[in-house]
């Protein structure tokens, strides 16, 4: 049988029509007249749907004491105008079933207000929540828009692999995969063998699927993955994840000046889709989560981003007066606290900052004239701070090489990158959007953890 999806009937359905529903029990409430009024939600949206069981209903007697918090239910009945405040219509059932109890003394989800914290604890119950059904609701709403977004612009989308030999970053935060007997190399600690691992060789998960991503876009031209990236950041903070989903889309022929415009229109676009589809959602975080969501997703898409150089950036943080728990200099990333007040004190509103130091970036960041920065930019929110990440790419072949011995990266572990710049190399850009984080700008959530259905994180990997 197919049930008509609460959030459909909410919005469409017309007094007098016959339907079935299916979904969970948030509340029962009986009635000393001989009736129950069964609260119901299906996830399809924030509201719920309240279903009235008479009790002449066949079964009422015997099942209706079942229909408790937590409890699936099956009705089909006729839709009724409601005389209660607050709710167009209500569905008043001819039958119901309850294909599945709750035992109403251990669920844990009552009708009250739990921690975020406790809710960690039960990530396979959360989603049953307004917050959650909402968070995951919003996650779909950006998924859908950013294929659109790429789709409409004639970008492939490929997957680029989970296993990987290269380490993207040159940081060395990368999770091992291996097939060798972990209780005998822990009773030998001398240097491992790779030639006797299931690859041959040391073999990581991916930190990024940008240097794969390159190899279709200098062949088949501009293309995006959208998959999940892992890091051995071993960081406790609301902002982490060890295993994260990463947008990066690559074009060929493009400078940093394309990349910056691809990058502010990417972000606009993808917000203001989800604005228009989840406004209920958006509404529900404003006014349970952070008052300003609404307010910094509506200054994101009415405002073209003003581009900064990041020596601007220093000179105006050093010139602010502040007292930076990170101080400010020349040479040193920027930290949250820095690009917070850039974008919601300063400039209220979205920056890219452009041309950074060479010595803090990745080896694949094409090296400006200057010999001190190179083609790199970051888009800065309200709120968040860095959202997206990206670079035009090294394309001259002498200084790429000459960029990997100088982050002591051994260019023989990256011939293959290499021959993109021998066969027909071009310039080329592309940047990278933490999707997690790009959920936590549109929820207002303060813990990333809380934007991904199962958080791994340092000594997390719980369901």
Not at 38 to 57: F, K, P, Y
Request: proline share 5%; glycine share 6%.
């Amino acid at each position: 049988m197919a049930y008509t999806p609460v959030v459909k009937l909410l919005r469409d359905a017309q007094p007098g029509e016959e339907v079935s529903v299916a979904g969970w029990v948030r509340t029962r409430r009986d009635s000393k007249n001989g009736f129950s009024f069964v609260e119901l939600n299906d996830g399809s949206c924030m509201s719920s749907l309240q279903v009235v069981i008479d009790g002449q209903v066949p079964g009422y007697e015997e099942h209706i004491r079942e229909a408790t918090t937590g409890a699936s239910l099956i009705a089909s009945g006729t839709v009724q105008e409601s005389p209660g405040k607050g709710q167009r219509i209500e569905l008043h059932a001819a039958s119901f079933e309850v294909p599945g109890t709750a035992d109403a003394e251990t669920y844990p989800l009552q009708k009250k207000r739990h921690s975020f914290e406790f809710l960690r604890e039960i990530a396979h119950l959360r989603p049953r929540t307004n917050t959650f059904g909402a968070i995951m609701r919003v996650r779909n709403a950006a998924s859908r828009a950013i294929h659109e977004f790429f789709q409409q612009r004639g970008f492939l989308y490929i997957n680029t692999p989970i296993i990987t030999t290269s380490d993207c970053e040159g940081a060395g935060e990368m999770f091992t995969v291996t097939t060798l007997d972990l209780e005998q190399l822990a009773k030998k600690p001398t240097e491992v063998d790779f030639t006797q691992d299931f690859f041959g060789r040391r073999a990581s998960l991916t930190v990024s699927g940008q240097l794969e991503a390159e190899v279709f876009a200098t062949s088949l031209g501009s293309c995006y993955t959208f998959g999940p990236t892992f890091r051995a950041e071993n960081s406790n903070t609301t902002r982490h994840l060890a295993e994260f989903w990463m947008v990066e889309p690559e074009m060929p022929f493009c400078n940093l000046d394309d990349n910056m415009r691809l990058a502010e229109e990417f972000i606009r676009t993808v917000t203001k889709d989800v604005l228009e589809n989840c406004r209920e959602d958006l509404e529900f975080f404003n006014l349970r989560i952070d008052k300003t969501v609404l307010e910094v997703l509506e200054n994101i898409v009415s405002h073209d981003f003003i581009r900064v150089p990041y020596t601007e950036a220093i000179e105006l943080l050093e010139a602010s007066g502040k007292t930076w728990e990170f101080p400010v200099e020349w040479g040193k990333d920027l930290q949250s606290e820095h690009e917070r007040w850039l974008t919601e004190e300063h400039f209220k509103q979205p920056i890219i900052l452009f041309d950074y130091p060479r010595t803090i970036k990745p080896f694949y960041m094409r090296c400006n004239d200057d010999g001190r920065t190179v083609r790199a930019m970051d888009v800065l929110v309200p709120r968040i701070g860095e959202i997206i990440g990206g670079s035009q790419r090294e394309e001259r072949l002498d200084i790429l090489t000459e960029r990997l011995h100088e982050c002591q990266l051994d260019p023989e572990e990256y011939w293959w990158y290499l021959d993109l710049r021998r066969y027909g190399t071009v310039p080329h850009s592309g940047f990278g959007l933490g999707f997690e984080r790009f959920v936590q700008l549109l929820t207002g959530m303060v813990n990333i953890r809380d934007c991904i259905p199962f958080a791994r994180t340092p000594r997390n990997a719980d369901f």
